[in-house]
């Protein structure tokens, strides 16, 4: 389930980069590009812990609530890192990084409600 999560992230990301690339410059392509490559290995990450943990209710919320935290903790981070990087768009950084990971976070349901299912039936 988490590598058709990945394949669909990963599609999602992609396209939106390349909606959004003949309207940025440079700074702006790269900044894009960065927030997607973030995005995209903490959400598989904490897909693939909630995945393992979300049978038994209360370690999937602690795992659910952690990942929320470690996600907030990126994009201050990279907030705060990309002020010391010219070569990225700030603005174009943070806010595909703020958006990248809403948008997978409103994914994973689709997902773990199949991988719930298929579970249960195999209980």
Request: glycine share 8%.
């Amino acid at each position: 389930m988490t590598l058709k999560y990945a394949g669909a992230a990963l599609a999602i990301l992609a396209a939106a980069n390349g909606v959004m690339f003949p309207w940025l410059d440079g700074a702006g392509r790269a900044g894009l590009l960065v927030a997607a490559a973030i995005t995209f290995q903490v959400q598989v990450a904490a897909f693939a812990l909630l995945c393992k943990h979300a049978v038994r209710p209360a370690e999937g919320l602690v795992v659910w609530i952690g990942a929320a935290v470690v996600r907030m903790a990126i994009v201050i981070a990279v907030g705060l890192a990309v002020t010391l990087l010219p070569a990225l768009s700030p603005v174009t950084t943070l806010l595909g990084c703020a958006a990248f990971f809403f948008v997978l976070l409103m994914l994973e349901p689709v997902f773990l409600a199949a991988r719930m299912r298929s579970a249960a039936e195999a209980a």
